[in-house]
């Protein structure tokens, strides 16, 4: 009874923990309460790479006194943008064109090699959340490149930085409260004291928060699909539904309330401390696909009437598709859970 008794107590935690998920560190921003803010903030339905609790990790007590006071501002949300180039955004750039896009030379990566006790930034990164609203990045930079992921080191850069440039402000499909920004850095002198952690660290400190992160995700698309079903049922329940549509709307619940027990067991397991790589990529994998499924179904049932972007289903439909790609595609959540399986 003694391990049914405890598993139990951390279920009920994990559910208390998805009713205000920044307590549990599943998103949003955690800063020490002397900085004028509880310890925890509960979360929002931002970016759910929790840059900051990696600044919290690998940052000195510097770091904590010059960059967390001013994350107290009203535009909190935007103060910090992790400048971490994903697929074709790690380019070397030189200049900004006339219409603000980034023109493009060399190799294809952003380098910060020292300069006595600077590093000295050239190149540019491409969809960066918040990147056109941030007064303070976190920069990604390889400090060596010879050494691959193992020369990547993190820097915390002030946009005002000479040699600092923004680009286009780019046009998403969804997510439309977010900004998604072109950086660009032309021999921009960061000093060696905003280093964030160990030199060539940065892809240690970036992993560290990965089930984390797409756990957070995972419990995105699972709210949102939740939400999903309860708008279309709502919808519907003023017309004469006939079995068809009926029999949608209970594999529509089916799903949903198995995509919870799943998110129940990974955030027990967060809790614990012990969710693991696989049990994320598990977690975020099938609440990604069941929220692409269940709106498109949702969707298709409420017809016309959904296909508004006054309509919540509408705007589920288009701020939902990037969960599939961000903090790791649908494949390589695959390639990780078949690794984890022996294969």
């Not at 208390?16 to 903030?41: I, Y």
């Not at 099938?286 to 949702?298: A, I, K, N, S």
């Not at 509408?314 to 399986?341: F, P, Q, T």
Request: aromatic share 4%; proline share 3%; with cysteine.
């Amino acid at each position: 009874m003694g391990g049914v008794r405890t598993a139990l107590t951390a279920l009920l935690a994990a559910r208390r923990g998805a009713r205000h998920p920044g307590n549990r560190g599943t998103c949003g921003v955690r800063r020490p309460s002397r900085f004028g803010l509880p310890a925890q903030r509960r979360g929002h339905r931002g970016d759910p790479a929790a840059v900051p609790r990696r600044r919290r990790t690998a940052g000195t007590h510097r770091h904590l006194y010059a960059v967390l006071p001013r994350v107290r501002l009203p535009r909190a949300e935007a103060a910090v943008a992790p400048a971490v180039g994903r697929g074709r955004g790690r380019r070397r750039a030189r200049h900004v064109g006339a219409r603000g896009r980034i023109r493009h030379e060399g190799d294809g990566h952003a380098r910060g090699p020292r300069d006595g006790d600077h590093y000295v930034v050239n190149g540019a990164k491409t969809f960066i959340s918040n990147g056109a609203a941030a007064d303070l990045v976190v920069l990604a930079v390889k400090t060596d490149p010879a050494a691959g992921r193992n020369g990547i080191s993190l820097l915390v850069v002030e946009t005002d930085t000479p040699g600092f440039e923004r680009g286009r402000k780019l046009d998403k499909l969804g997510l439309k409260a977010q900004d998604l920004a072109e950086l660009a850095f032309t021999d921009m002198r960061v000093p060696v004291t905003n280093r964030l952690g160990e030199e060539n660290e940065g892809f240690r400190y970036l992993s560290a928060n990965l089930a984390q992160e797409r756990l957070s995700i995972a419990i995105n698309s699972q709210a949102a699909a939740e939400a999903a079903v309860d708008t279309a049922a709502e919808m519907l329940a003023d017309r004469r539904t006939d079995q068809h549509t009926k029999f949608e709307i209970a594999g529509c619940v089916t799903e949903v309330r198995a995509g919870r027990a799943l998110v129940d067991t990974s955030l027990a397991s967060l809790v614990a401390g012990e969710l693991d790589g696989a049990d994320a990529a598990l977690a975020k994998l099938y609440c990604t696909e069941l929220q692409g499924r269940v709106v498109d179904r949702c969707l298709q049932l409420a017809g016309s009437d959904g296909y508004r972007w006054s309509s919540s289903l509408g705007r589920a439909y288009l701020d939902g598709r990037v969960s599939r790609i961000y903090g790791g595609s649908s494949e390589i959540m695959k390639v990780i859970i078949a690794k984890a399986a022996g294969l």
